[in-house]
C-alpha cells in the first residue's frame, strides 16, 4: 500500500487513511477518497430507494423529492470533488514534497545534536539550529524546557536591575506561556520549571521583593491576555 509523508510533522503513513495518526493533520488524498466512497453509497441507496417508491404509485411526489435531493448530492458533490482535486494537485506540488523530505533529514541528522546541547547547556548552538529549521526544533522535546532554562539564565545575569527585567521576571514567575506557547510545542517539565522559578524568586528576595508582592503588582497591570506594560513597572523598580 502506497505511504504518504505527514506534510506538518513529517510521519510516514498509509495514503487511505484521512488524517496523520501521528498529529491528526488531514491527509487530502485520503480525504478525497473516503469522500467519495461516502458518496457513491449515498447515491446507491437513493438510487435503491427510489426503485422502492416507483412500486407505490401514490408516492409520485416523494418519488420527485428524492430525485431532487439525488441532483443536488451529485452537485454538491462534483463541486467538492474539483474543489479537493485542485487542492490535492498543490499538495502534490513536487517542491512541497522536496521541503518536506528536507524536514525529515535535517531532523534525522541535528536531532542528536539538539539532545547533546541542551545535556550541556549549551544554548548558543541550539540556538544556532533554530534558526536553520525553527519547525523541527518547535517539535522538538526539550524545546519547552530549553526556552524556560535560557530564560531564567538571561534572567538572573541581566546586568542591570529594570522595569525590562521585572517585566521578564512577572512572566516568568506568573505567565510562563509569554515565553513557551504554539499547539505543537510539548509542554514543560513541571519540576525543572518550579526549580527555574525559586532560583528567580531567591534573586528577588535579595533585592527586597516578596512573591506576594510580585504577585500583587502582575495582578494588579496584568491585563486580559496577561500583559504588562514596562511604563507601568517604573515606579516598582527598587534602587540596589
Known amino acids: 500500500m502506497k505511504q504518504v509523508h505527514c506534510k506538518n510533522c513529517g510521519a510516514v503513513f498509509s495514503e487511505d487513511l484521512e488524517v496523520c495518526p501521528f498529529c491528526g493533520t488531514m491527509n487530502r488524498k485520503g480525504s478525497y477518497r473516503s469522500f467519495r466512497h461516502k458518496v457513491a453509497g449515498f447515491v446507491d441507496s437513493m438510487l435503491g430507494l427510489k426503485d ?3 412500486k407505490s404509485t401514490g408516492m409520485m411526489v416523494l418519488t420527485a423529492f428524492l430525485r431532487s435531493v439525488l441532483l443536488i448530492a451529485v452537485v454538491i458533490g462534483l463541486a ?3 474543489a479537493q482535486t485542485a487542492r490535492i494537485d498543490a499538495y502534490n506540488d513536487p517542491k512541497t514534497d522536496q521541503h518536506a523530505l528536507e524536514t525529515i533529514l535535517w531532523e534525522d541528522e541535528n536531532i542528536e545534536k539538539l539532545d547533546e ?15 536553520e529549521n525553527s519547525n523541527v526544533v518547535r ?4 524545546y519547552a524546557d530549553y526556552v524556560l532554562k535560557d530564560q531564567c539564565k538571561n534572567i538572573l545575569e541581566y546586568p542591570h536591575f ?4 521585572l517585566q521578564n521576571v512577572l512572566y516568568f514567575l506568573f505567565y510562563p506561556d509569554y515565553y513557551v506557547h504554539g499547539y505543537d510545542i510539548k509542554p514543560a517539565d513541571p519540576e525543572l ?3 527555574l522559578r525559586q532560583s528567580v524568586l531567591k534573586m528577588m528576595e535579595e533585592k527586597g521583593y516578596t512573591e506576594q508582592e510580585l504577585s500583587e ?7 486580559n491576555y496577561g500583559y504588562v506594560k514596562l511604563a507601568d513597572l517604573d515606579a516598582y523598580v527598587k534602587k540596589e
Open 117 to 131: 546541547a541542551y545535556a550541556k547547556d549549551d544554548f548558543e548552538t541550539i540556538g544556532v539550529l533554530y534558526v
Open 80 to 82: 467538492f470533488v474539483f
Open 217 to 223: 503588582i502582575y495582578n494588579t497591570h496584568a491585563d
Open 193 to 195: 520549571y518550579e526549580s
Open 162 to 165: 529594570s522595569s525590562y527585567q
Open 52 to 54: 422502492e417508491v416507483h
Open 139 to 142: 517539535r522538538w522535546s526539550h
